[in-house]
Every structure is written in structure tokens, then in C-alpha cells.
């Protein structure tokens, strides 16, 4: 512990030293009795005073939570000597604020514990590392203070705010696995495709025999198969525009491609994330249960990362981008780099949705007529490009944090069917 | 149970600030009123509100408003002022009020506020014993001549001494310094 003398004691020293010397000087024995109680303040104090040594152990009750929720935090604190007051503060990292009192002030009895409870409310979603306890211990009287701050290493995953969606949207290539989407071919399901004639190997319980009676052969009903789909998350983390006091584009992707991944996750289809930034990670489509955690950890990991390397989605593994996935990327369109990987991706065939997450209206003029004529000239390029790709049969949909992303994916919900034959 | 409770609340603390500073004030004035000892007055006032908003003059204010009682005493001749130990008390108490901690504890335990506020009155209780014990039996030796003002700077030399050599132990470091070589 780092020891230093309070204002306090340098004060209270000046002042009994003052007093004593014009003690000494006029000989009054009155400034001498003035000085007194001071002096036996100063003198008590110190001498009540001895080292301890003082230890805090910090436990949380979870690893895991959501963005919004509140954590219990447990701090210990103990003394191998009498320490009349210790003030105990926990380090809060960014992303977190201290609900209730943040700040504790205890006495240690030697060999005494104290328990403090704190509740930490997590703010932004992300992995944090928990930094410390901050101590300061007061000497009797307050006239040596000891800080020290002691480390403690705590890694806490904090998922992000999802995006409630009921409705979601409809792949328009469903794959060859169950699931939930109606698939336009004909095959084994429940929903009513047509009547056709009667082949060998048909089932009989298949057979309409209302139509068979009419008729001269036997015809049978025909059925929709269902079939689940492949959805691929492409989250442009290139920057982390917009903000301030609202979510910046970078946050907005992850809410709601967590949202969309555990709407679809549900749904029984494969889910995969490609993020592609600085750094480019990926997971390749699943639908196992686990694989959800795999997913949220790939969004938690999603941040703004500046690299040189380039890397284009050309490098990305074929089971990343399975031919017939609908791709829905989250991106400001920003970046040319994560534009020409969209434009690459609508070029190859894939069935892509694109959720503009810095609306227009999110990033205001310059002060000034040249401010306001360069955030004309943006609106225009930026118009231009959603433009270009609503030209090329891709929807383009601007999200802020105001609106629900149920609602804004509820506009392109029937996507139109893609030329077959997509390549990853 | 948890409780929202603070030593004591700033306004309070200001309250109580002032009115030892007024009972001293009083009876400086009370000793002997002039110019000097107004201007001492005033200046420790001023220097005391100033530190309850923050400025660093705590001590100086304490010491200009026991500055006004020393120039009071000196006016009144040289009888011996039986006041002195409640005016020692008094300075003791507003050095303890006005070294205010810049940063206050959200929560405080049950046990540090019961220490806290027993602590000083317990001292200033034993300060006004000692201190009037210093008074009378002072005024029943009498000290006279340069040879009892060296005696008397001796003492007083090796009282601050001891408590300056206490404070530097306190502060000594609680690890022995790393050996680099």
C-alpha cells in the first residue's frame, strides 16, 4: 500500500508548531494550553496507528448476461490489524455503471471479515474484463491514508440486447433439411400441393378418392415438403458510425443479428455470421443447440479493428457461404470495401438483404452552407448506391434504434427467388 | 440492516464550523477588542467559508482565528486567561471539521460512523483535561530567565520531533526496496 500524509496531519502539525513557537517567543503559557489538544490529537492518532495489511476478495454470481441486466457483486474485505476506516471502491470498467452505492466505507476488526455488496449494471454488450478493488485506508484520526488498488481478473460476457422478431423473413431457396418453410417442390408434408394421377410406389392412404370417383384412375394428393433454410449474418464491422447518446451502426448489427440468428435458430435453420472488418471471422452455418453460444461469442467478438491485411470473402471457406443461403447484412455502407464484398455477394447469385444501419438522417450537416451542400452531395451518393442495388434485386432497408427491426424486415419480408445456382 | 447515512452531512458540518468559530470570535472580543484582533477575526472567517467550498486554507483559517485570541491575550495584560483550554478544544474541533474529504463514501458501515464520531470527542475531551492540567500546574512553577525559554524550546523541539518521527514511520514503506543489481 502507497502511505501519505493527509492535508489534515500537515496542517494540524503547522499549526501546533506555530503555537509553540509563539509559546516560546512571549512566554504565555495560554498558547502553550491551546496548543494542547491538538497536539494530543496528533500524538493519539499516530500512535494508535500501525501498518495492516488488508486483502479483498471479489466474487460475481454469473459469467454471463444480457446487456440491461444487473450483477451481483460480492466484495470481502478483511484486516490482519484494526483499520478505523477503509474506503472500498470497485474499478468499474467502460460499459458498466454501479447501481446503489459504489463507494463503502468499513471498519476492520483484525482477523474480521465484511462483507459489501455491490450491483454492477452492464451497459453495452461485449466481454469485459473487471478491473479492481481500489482501497484507502484511514488511520485513526485521518492523518495517513494507504491506497493501493488490488487486481482481480474477471472475465464477464455481457450478450447483447436481441431484437424480439416474429415474423422474420422468408428464404426464398429452402434447403433439404426440415424445418418450417413451405418449399415449392413436391414431396412428403402436410400442406396441399396438388392432384395428380396415380404412379407405382405412391402411398394409398395419398389417394383422393373423391377425385378417383370421378375419374377414370386413381389420383392422388400431392404435398408441399417443409424444409428449413440457410441464413448467413454478414455484419460490416469496417466502423462504428453514428452514436453519441443513441446506438452506433456497430451495435445496432450485432442486436439485430442476434435477434435475427435465435429467430431462425428457432425455426430450425442453419445459421451462420461472417464479420467482415479489419480482422475477417466467420462461422460456418448450424443448427445445433450449442451453436448458438458459438454465435453469440462471434457477435460479442465483433469490433472495429484496424488491419492492413485484406482480406476479401473469396477466402471465406465454401460451408460458409452454402450455395441458396439468404444473406442478410447488417452494414452503414460506409466502407468501400464491405460495398464491393455486397455487390460480390449479389453477383455470385445469393439471395441478399441488406439493413442500412446509419440512416440518413442519423449523421446532420455541417455547420455552414459548404457543410450542408457535402451532406447533400452524401445523401445523393449514398441514394445512389441503394439505388444501384435495389436495381439488382436487393432490398435495401435503412434500421435506427427507433424502430423495431420486426417491422422493418415485415417490408421485404417475400423476397423474390434468386437465379439457382449460387457459388460460395 | 443498510442505511444511507453519512458522518455528518455538509450543512451540518458548516453549522457546526461556524459556531465554534463564532464562540471563539466572541470570546477573543470578549478579552479585548482592536483592530488587529478584528482583522485577525475576520480573515480566519473568510479563510473558513473559503475552505468549505473547497479552497485549501483550513489551517490558516483555524490559525488566524487562534491568532485573534493570541493578539487578544497579549492586549489583556498578564493575568492568566482561564479560557485557554476551551479555546485549544475549540481549534482542535474546527481542525477536525474543516479537513473535509474531498471524496464521501456512498455507504458507511455502522461501526465506522460510530468510531468516527466518537473518536474526537473522546480527544477533545482529554485535550481540554490535559490542557488545563498544563494551565495550572504552569502557573504554579514559575519559569523565568533565558535558561528556561532554551529549556522551553528544547521540550517543545523534542515533542514536534516525536511526532514527525512518528509520521515518517507510519509512511515508511511496507516492503523492503527491491534489489536491482
Known amino acids: 500500500m502507497q502511505s501519505s500524509p493527509t492535508r489534515k496531519l500537515i496542517g494540524s502539525v503547522g499549526f501546533v508548531a506555530g503555537l509553540l513557537l509563539v509559546a516560546l517567543l512571549s512566554g504565555r503559557l495560554e498558547v502553550i494550553a491551546v496548543a494542547v489538544p491538538t497536539l494530543l490529537g496528533i500524538s493519539l492518532a499516530l500512535a494508535m496507528s500501525t501498518s495492516s495489511e488488508i486483502t479483498a476478495d471479489v466474487s460475481l454470481g454469473v459469467d454471463r448476461c444480457l446487456e440491461g441486466d444487473e450483477i451481483p457483486l460480492v466484495i470481502v474485505v478483511s484486516s490482519n490489524a484494526l483499520v478505523p476506516e477503509v474506503d472500498v471502491a470497485v474499478i468499474v470498467p467502460r460499459g458498466f455503471s454501479v447501481v446503489g452505492p459504489a463507494i463503502f466505507r468499513v471498519r476492520l476488526e483484525p482477523g474480521e471479515s465484511v462483507e459489501l455488496s455491490a450491483v454492477l449494471l452492464a451497459e453495452r454488450w461485449g466481454v469485459h474484463d473487471l478491473g479492481g478493488v481500489a482501497l484507502r485506508a484511514w488511520s485513526v484520526g485521518r492523518l495517513i491514508v494507504r491506497e493501493q488498488v488490488l487486481p482481480f481478473i474477471y472475465r464477464l460476457k455481457v450478450f447483447p440486447r436481441f431484437e424480439r422478431i416474429v415474423a422474420g423473413l422468408l428464404p426464398p431457396e429452402p434447403q433439404v433439411f426440415s424445418g418450417e418453410y413451405v418449399s415449392r417442390s413436391a414431396g412428403s408434408g402436410i400442406e396441399f400441393a396438388s392432384v395428380r394421377q396415380f404412379r407405382p410406389g405412391d402411398e394409398i392412404r395419398n389417394v383422393n378418392w373423391k377425385v378417383t370417383s370421378r375419374r377414370a384412375g386413381m389420383h392422388v394428393n400431392t404435398f408441399h415438403p417443409e424444409r428449413n433454410s440457410d441464413v448467413v449474418l454478414f455484419l460490416d464491422t469496417f466502423g462504428d458510425h453514428g452514436g453519441g447518446e443513441d446506438a452506433g451502426s456497430l451495435e445496432l448489427a450485432v442486436r439485430g443479428a442476434a435477434g435475427i440468428a435465435l429467430h431462425h435458430l428457432k425455426r430450425r435453420d442453419r445459421v451462420g455470421v461472417i464479420s467482415f472488418g479489419g480482422v475477417l471471422r466467420w462461422l460456418p452455418v448450424s443448427m445445433s443447440r450449442s451453436h448458438v453460444y458459438r454465435l453469440l461469442d462471434v457477435l460479442l467478438d465483433a469490433q472495429v479493428k484496424f488491419s492492413y491485411a485484406w482480406k476479401g470473402i473469396q477466402l471465406l471457406p465454401a460451408k460458409t457461404l452454402p450455395p441458396g443461403a439468404l444473406v442478410v447484412a447488417f452494414s452503414p455502407l460506409v466502407d468501400k470495401r464491405a460495398v464491393g464484398a455486397l455487390q460480390d455477394l449479389q453477383a455470385r447469385g445469393f439471395s441478399l438483404v441488406i439493413i442500412d444501419t446509419l440512416p440518413a438522417d442519423a449523421i446532420s450537416a455541417s455547420p455552414g452552407d459548404e457543410g450542408e451542400l457535402a451532406h447533400r452531395v452524401w445523401k445523393l451518393q449514398r441514394d445512389a448506391l441503394r439505388s444501384e442495388f435495389a436495381s439488382k434485386g436487393v432490398p435495401v432497408v435503412g434500421w435506427s434504434e427507433e424502430d423495431f427491426l420486426d417491422s422493418v424486415l415485415a417490408v421485404m419480408r417475400h423476397l423474390p427467388k434468386v437465379s439457382r445456382g449460387a457459388r460460395a | ?181
Request: glycine letters at 12%; hydrophobic letters at 55%; charged letters at 10%.
Open chain 2, 1 to 181: 440492516m443498510r442505511r444511507w447515512l453519512r458522518v455528518i452531512p455538509s450543512w451540518q458540518r458548516s453549522i457546526a464550523t461556524f459556531g465554534i468559530a463564532a464562540g471563539m470570535a466572541g470570546y477573543a472580543l470578549g478579552l479585548g477588542a482592536s483592530t488587529s484582533i478584528v482583522v485577525f477575526l475576520v480573515l480566519g472567517f473568510i479563510m473558513l467559508a473559503g475552505s468549505l467550498v473547497g479552497l485549501p486554507l483550513q489551517g490558516l483559517g483555524v490559525s488566524c482565528l487562534v491568532g485573534g485570541y493570541v493578539v487578544a491575550l497579549f492586549g489583556s495584560g498578564p493575568i492568566l486567561d482561564p479560557g485557554a483550554p476551551l479555546i485549544g478544544v475549540g481549534a482542535y474541533l474546527l481542525l477536525e471539521l474543516v479537513y473535509e474529504e474531498r471524496i464521501r463514501p456512498d455507504w458507511v458501515s455502522p461501526k465506522a460512523r460510530r468510531s468516527r464520531a466518537w473518536s474526537p470527542s473522546a480527544l477533545a475531551a482529554a485535550g481540554f483535561a490535559l490542557s488545563s492540567v498544563v494551565l495550572v500546574l504552569g502557573s504554579t512553577v514559575s519559569f523565568s530567565g533565558p535558561l528556561s525559554v532554551a529549556a522551553g524550546g528544547v521540550v517543545m523541539a523534542l515533542l514536534l520531533g516525536a511526532v514527525l518521527w512518528a509520521t515518517r514511520s507510519l509512511l515508511a514503506p511496507d516492503q523492503a526496496p527491491r534489489d536491482d543489481r
